[in-house]
């Protein structure tokens, strides 16, 4: 999580883009490892059973050194966005990435309702492995382990009441839903499957709102474009000589030279 710390209670991308240049804490995950495995591969992971969610981190308070994760709000646009971010960046990291289940349907783990309801004690991390989202109303969320029951925080109850969960069918394998998440986690692992193998990434200077991923090492080059939402300041796509449009998410531009500045949470791909 020290991409969004970095980025929203560090200053900004430019900020992190130096961090990482500079080898510091934005690479302290990779070099010990590949210092001592040749075929070392980064795994990156949105969350997991024992750390508050993705969308709770991207939002949390603090600096860089660490921060303390928030509780969301369904619908709060600047929450949503921040997660989508985090999102990319994490998935477009060169190596294996690890999605936590739900998390590519926005769910949270609110913390503050479980010492609400039971106290500040022993298993909050009930509360980051809440039941996943399906829209079949046999599968039901609540169930008791114990004195505990897993249940769903008021976030995740909301994205299930208003038709966003995951509706499965098991006899043709077709799995439908409105999520906006959902549709962002797919376009983003589409646009991973144009890396080459054993691709190398570096974080390019930009602006404090736009982070610039150059993705490089094998027969595919990409360009990718994050902004990061902080602010409106103009940035203008120019990836240089030979690139093309590849994907465009949010609102990104499909054009070199335009201006991706002004539109919050969006991403421009292009590909050489």
């Known amino acids: 999580y020290h991409v969004p710390a970095w980025i929203y209670n560090g200053g900004g991308a430019g900020n992190f883009t130096k961090e990482a240049a500079n080898g510091g804490q934005a690479g302290e995950t990779y070099v010990p490892f590949a210092q001592h495995r040749s075929d070392f591969i980064n795994g990156a992971f949105t969350s997991n059973h024992?750390?508050?969610?993705?969308?709770?981190?991207?939002n949390g308070t603090g600096n860089h050194e660490?921060?303390?994760?928030?509780?969301?709000?369904?619908?709060?646009?600047?929450?949503?966005?921040?997660?989508?971010?985090?999102?990319?960046?994490t998935l477009l990291n060169p190596g294996v990435?690890?999605?936590?289940?739900?998390?590519?349907?926005?769910?949270?783990?609110?913390?503050?309702?479980?010492?609400?309801?039971?106290?500040?004690?022993?298993?909050?991390?009930?509360?980051?492995?809440?039941?996943?989202?399906?829209?079949?109303s046999k599968v039901t969320p609540n169930y008791k382990s114990g004195q505990y029951l897993f249940e769903l925080d008021e976030h995740n109850k909301a994205i299930l009441n208003n038709g966003e969960g995951i509706d499965y069918n098991p006899s043709t394998g077709n799995v439908s839903t409105t999520n906006e998440f959902y549709q962002w986690y797919k376009a983003i692992i589409a646009l991973k499957q144009y890396y080459p193998k054993g691709a190398k990434c570096e974080f390019v200077a930009c602006s404090d709102n736009i982070l610039t991923m150059h993705i490089y090492g094998g027969s595919n080059e990409l360009m990718i474009y994050i902004n990061t939402g902080l602010n409106s300041n103009q940035y203008l796509v120019n990836p240089g000589a030979g690139y093309s449009s590849l994907l465009q998410l949010?609102?990104?531009?499909?054009?070199?030279?335009?201006?991706?500045?002004?539109?919050?949470?969006?991403?421009s791909a292009f590909i050489k």
Request: hydrophobic letters at 35%.
């Open 50 to 58: 024992d750390v508050p969610r993705l969308i709770n981190q991207a």
């Open 66 to 89: 660490g921060t303390t994760a928030a509780t969301i709000t369904y619908g709060n646009a600047q929450q949503n966005g921040r997660a989508k971010v985090q999102a990319a960046i």
């Open 97 to 136: 990435s690890w999605i936590y289940y739900g998390d590519e349907l926005g769910m949270s783990s609110n913390t503050n309702e479980h010492i609400s309801k039971y106290g500040n004690e022993n298993c909050m991390d009930i509360w980051y492995r809440q039941p996943f989202l399906w829209k079949d």
């Open 250 to 267: 949010g609102g990104g531009t499909t054009s070199l030279g335009a201006d991706i500045g002004a539109k919050a949470y969006s991403i």
